[in-house]
C-alpha cells in the first residue's frame, strides 16, 4: 500500500502502512549509536515511544528529539527510540551536543527494509530513500497504543496524544 505525505505542499508517496493501533508492532532491526544491532526485544518489557524523523539535522527533527527528550524524563518504564537514516556517529554528536541522555538513537542506514516494514519509506521526492516523520508508541508487549504519520514533513507531531496513551 502507499499514502501520500507533502513536503512544503509538495505530494510525496509513502510505501507501506504505518502501524495501526490495536496491532502487535513489525519486528524491526535497526543500528545503535554503539554500532550494535537492536530489536525490539532489546527493549522488552518496556513501553517505547518511536520518534521517527528523517534525519536530525533539519530544524523540525531535532527539534521533535528535544521535546520527546523532555518528556521522557517523567515517563515511567518507557524508552524514547529516535529512528533515522543518519548515521550512528552523527546521532551521537548531536545528542552530545544537544545534551540528550533520555533518548536512544538507531540509525536504519544498514536496514532499509524498516521503511518499507513500519511504513514511512519516502519512495519520491527529494528525500527518497530517508523516512517520513511518524510516532508510534507501543506497549511493554509491542501492541501497538498510538500512531501518527505526519502529514506534512516540515510539521511537528503531536507530542500530547502519543503521550497521552502512556
Same mark, same amino acid.
Given at each position: 500500500?502507499?499514502?501520500? *505525505?507533502?513536503?512544503?505542499?509538495?505530494?510525496?508517496?509513502?510505501?507501506?502502512?504505518?502501524?495501526?493501533?490495536? !496491532?502487535?508492532?513489525?519486528?524491526? /532491526?535497526?543500528?545503535?549509536?554503539?554500532?550494535? $544491532?537492536?530489536?525490539?526485544?532489546?527493549?522488552?518489557?518496556?513501553?517505547? %515511544?518511536?520518534?521517527? *524523523?528523517?534525519?536530525?539535522? @533539519?530544524?523540525?527533527?531535532?527539534?521533535?528529539?528535544?521535546?520527546?527528550? $523532555?518528556?521522557?524524563?517523567?515517563?515511567?518504564?518507557?524508552? *524514547?527510540?529516535?529512528?533515522? /537514516?543518519?548515521?550512528?556517529?552523527?546521532?551521537?554528536?548531536?545528542? @552530545?551536543? $544537544?545534551?540528550?541522555?533520555? %533518548?536512544?538513537?538507531?540509525? !536504519?542506514?544498514?536496514?532499509?527494509?524498516?521503511?518499507?516494514?513500519?511504513?514511512?519509506?519516502?519512495?519520491?521526492?527529494?528525500?527518497?530513500?530517508? !523516512?517520513?516523520?511518524?510516532?508510534?508508541?507501543?506497549?511493554?508487549?509491542?501492541?501497538?497504543?498510538?500512531?501518527?504519520? %505526519?502529514?506534512?514533513?516540515?510539521?511537528?507531531?503531536?507530542?500530547?496524544?502519543?503521550?497521552?496513551?502512556?
Amino acid at each position: 500500500m502507499s499514502q501520500t *505525505v507533502t513536503l512544503k505542499g509538495n505530494p510525496i508517496r509513502v510505501d507501506g502502512d504505518l502501524p495501526a493501533t490495536g !496491532t502487535l508492532a513489525p519486528a524491526l /532491526a535497526l543500528t545503535a549509536t554503539t554500532l550494535a $544491532e537492536v530489536t525490539l526485544a532489546d527493549y522488552a518489557g518496556k513501553r517505547k %515511544v518511536l520518534n521517527i *524523523v528523517p534525519s536530525l539535522d @533539519t530544524p523540525t527533527c531535532a527539534t521533535s528529539t528535544r521535546r520527546f527528550n $523532555e518528556s521522557a524524563a517523567a515517563l515511567v518504564n518507557t524508552v *524514547v527510540l529516535v529512528v533515522s /537514516a543518519d548515521l550512528p556517529f552523527a546521532a551521537q554528536r548531536f545528542c @552530545t551536543l $544537544e545534551g540528550l541522555d533520555n %533518548v536512544v538513537h538507531l540509525s !536504519t542506514f544498514r536496514h532499509p527494509e524498516f521503511l518499507k516494514n513500519w511504513g514511512v519509506a519516502l519512495a519520491e521526492g527529494p528525500l527518497v530513500g530517508l !523516512t517520513a516523520r511518524a510516532v508510534v508508541v507501543l506497549d511493554e508487549n509491542d501492541k501497538v497504543l498510538h500512531s501518527q504519520m %505526519v502529514g506534512e514533513i516540515a510539521d511537528e507531531p503531536d507530542y500530547a496524544a502519543a503521550l497521552k496513551v502512556l
